[in-house]
């Protein structure tokens, strides 16, 4: 098994987000899939990633929900300093959200 850096694993997201954006998510039981309860496990408790590739060289990604949100908040993160916003302190949220 080849690991790949956290920064890999963005760049590949990056590069593929707008596709993704118009991509239905399906959800399918991992038995359906035949997914080794090893290989599960690694990914949902011990946050690895897999790649899984075929023969003809295509490849897809197990990765856990919590990296998946990880991507999307690093993203909104990024998208929001592009657009020269400022990101406001918990503390004034709170104070909004409260009054």
């Known amino acids: 098994m080849v690991k790949k850096k ?5 760049n590949m ?6 596709d993704m954006e118009h ?13 080794p309860p090893d290989v599960f496990n690694r990914v949902a408790y011990k946050n690895e990633r897999i790649e899984v590739k ?10 856990s929900e919590d990296e998946i ?9 990024r998208d929001m300093e592009s657009s020269g916003q400022t990101p406001i302190p918990l503390g004034e949220v709170k104070r909004r959200i409260l009054d």
Request: glycine content about 2%; charged content about 35%.
């Open 6 to 10: 956290k920064s890999d694993v963005i």
């Open 13 to 18: 997201f990056e590069q593929e987000e707008d």
């Open 23 to 35: 991509q239905t998510v399906i959800e399918v039981t991992a038995s359906r899939c035949r997914i």
């Open 54 to 63: 075929r023969r003809d060289g295509k490849s897809v990604w197990i990765v």
């Open 69 to 77: 949100d990880a991507i999307d908040a690093f993203k909104a993160i």
